[in-house]
């Protein structure tokens, strides 16, 4: 495996360094705050201005409007942007829907929402949980029954990250009751505002809204926005958490790397009863410990990479890298908040609060972390049975 970066892929990454310094984020109006990912807040202006440069379809098939650019031109990108805190919240959302567009989707998805992606102002929330059916999706109740050229979808959505700022909601529903648990599922492109569809805010324990509940009343779509064949939508889902799991998380390395170097830059500009922290054998302990976990977390996701775009399975690998992405993301804030002492939990705002108040930020939202997306229990599950071979049934002890 050779991790060096191609002659085209650095010259790549120099062009997204000088578009950050001509375009510096923190100038974008944010439209919703990052959810806790590390993927920066969504700004709608940011995204136009990616899309204006061609990265949001740089790797899809020139017939589609691409540029046919390797994928690894999608992780360059992902790496600078996260290493700059800027506001790609919604990116890796919209390249996901686009390749599943691009592999299944049918003719009206492709000629109306795939160039809307490509020009920055389609951008995706995902209804798959409801109240009763989280970890088992399959509990879900929500149905789409068909009505001559069109579905009516009824149901309860809740947790859909920033449904209340998206375009579209990518919803998954029952389209039949026949068959093996695992059938009879369908995944729609349901654009925001179709009458029956109301989505309400839930307020995290930030105080930010980034969780919306979405009530879906009779909600009338047309045959054509459903997304792969019918019935097939679990196994259709099931590949797409994998390349959730991975492209959700791929930026959490950079993401907590950048954390990482401005705990370093004040361990080593604070001075605690005359010493500086930097000098303290626990800080520089833990500190260093957090280093060798974002490196490992970054082998892991590049090895993951490589796995991805030679067409490998990658379950197992996503697995063990959403457990190590979240929990290191949670290491790193807890250190950070035990660094900056009282000033810990002072959030942006505050005349007093230090590193912008991030920490306090971090702290609150990589809580769910370890839940959004799998949770790292059913993850180590996975992990247990896909990757080491031991049974599927637990017995507790
Ligand atoms: C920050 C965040 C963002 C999210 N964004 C979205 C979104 O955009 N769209 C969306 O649809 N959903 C979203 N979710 C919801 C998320 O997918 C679910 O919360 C998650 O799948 C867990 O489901 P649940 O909350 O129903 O918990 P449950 O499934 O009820 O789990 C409760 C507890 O039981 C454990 N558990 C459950 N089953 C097992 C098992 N088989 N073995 C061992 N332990 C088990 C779990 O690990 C957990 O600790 C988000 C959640 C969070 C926290």
């Not at 310094?21 to 920066?40: K, L, M």
């Not at 009763?132 to 579905?151: N, V, W």
């Not at 401005?262 to 800080?283: K, S």
Request: glycine share 12%; proline share 5%.
């Amino acid at each position: 495996m050779d991790f060096a970066f191609t002659a085209d892929e650095q010259a790549f990454a120099a062009g997204v360094k000088r578009f950050l310094a001509e375009h510096p984020p923190e100038r974008f109006a944010v439209d919703g705050t990052d959810a806790g990912y590390g993927s920066g807040s969504h700004s709608h202006a940011f995204l136009h201005a990616l899309a204006e440069q061609g990265w949001l379809s740089m790797t899809w098939p020139k017939a589609h409007g691409g540029q046919e650019r390797p994928m690894f031109f999608k992780l360059v990108l992902l790496e600078e942007l996260a290493l700059a805190g800027a506001p790609f919240g919604p990116l890796a959302g919209c390249w996901q829907t686009a390749d599943a567009i691009i592999e299944y989707g049918s003719e009206r998805l492709r000629r109306e929402v795939l160039p809307a992606i490509a020009r920055g102002e389609a951008t995706f929330w995902q209804g798959y949980s409801e109240p009763g059916a989280g970890s088992d999706l399959l509990a879900l109740k929500t149905e789409a029954r068909r009505d001559g050229d069109d579905y009516v979808i009824r149901g309860h959505k809740i947790w859909s990250s920033h449904a209340g700022i998206s375009r579209y909601g990518l919803v998954f529903a029952r389209t039949s009751r026949e068959g093996r648990r695992s059938r009879g599922f369908s995944m729609f492109v349901v654009p925001n505002g179709t009458a029956g569809m109301d989505i309400r805010p839930i307020r995290s324990l930030t105080g930010d809204v980034y969780h919306y509940e979405v009530f879906l009343d009779d909600v009338r779509v047309p045959a054509d926005l459903r997304l792969g064949p019918e019935g097939e939508g679990f196994v259709a889902l099931l590949n797409g958490l994998d390349s959730d799991r991975f492209w959700g998380r791929f930026y959490k390395a950079p993401a907590i790397e950048r954390v990482l170097r401005q705990l370093v830059e004040y361990a080593n500009t604070t001075t605690v009863r005359g010493t500086p922290l930097g000098r303290d054998a626990v800080v520089r302990r833990r500190l260093a410990g957090a280093a060798v976990d974002v490196a490992a977390l970054r082998a892991l996701f590049y090895r993951t990479a490589c796995l991805l775009r030679d067409g490998a399975p990658i379950t197992y690998e996503t697995a063990i890298a959403k457990v190590l992405a979240d929990e290191t993301g949670q290491k790193v804030a807890r250190l950070g908040m035990d660094l900056l002492g009282l000033w810990g939990p002072l959030r942006a705002g505050s005349p007093w609060a230090k590193l912008d108040g991030q920490i306090a930020q971090l702290y609150q939202t990589s809580l769910g972390h370890t839940i959004a997306g799998g949770t790292a229990e059913v993850l180590r599950t996975t992990v247990a049975v896909r990757g080491l071979g031991l049974p599927a049934e637990a017995k507790a002890g």
